[in-house]
């Protein structure tokens, strides 16, 4: 797996590629507020403390951050 990670202006971008046959969590942290909106590969999927309608991401609140089920691939995710 390779991650990239970024905190540009207050904002968390964290880049993932997995290979095939694996699985993992990904966990997106709320940086103190847990209403941002978060987007993953541009499509926002997290906002006002809950899943955005229509979700169709494996996602949930855990702790300080929303965890992703992880599929073989690349994806982006960003916290803003």
């Not at 390779?2 to 966990?27: I, K, N």
Request: glycine share 14%; no cysteine.
């Amino acid at each position: 797996m390779e991650a990239q990670r970024s905190l540009p202006g207050g904002r968390f971008r964290l880049t993932v590629a997995a290979p095939e046959g694996t699985t993992g969590t990904v966990v997106v942290p709320f940086l103190g507020n847990p209403g941002r909106t978060m987007t993953r590969d541009g499509v926002i999927v997290w906002q006002n403390g809950a899943p955005a309608a229509g979700v169709s991401a494996q996602l949930t609140a855990a702790g300080d951050g929303v965890a992703f089920d992880a599929a073989p691939s690349e994806h982006t995710y960003m916290s803003r």
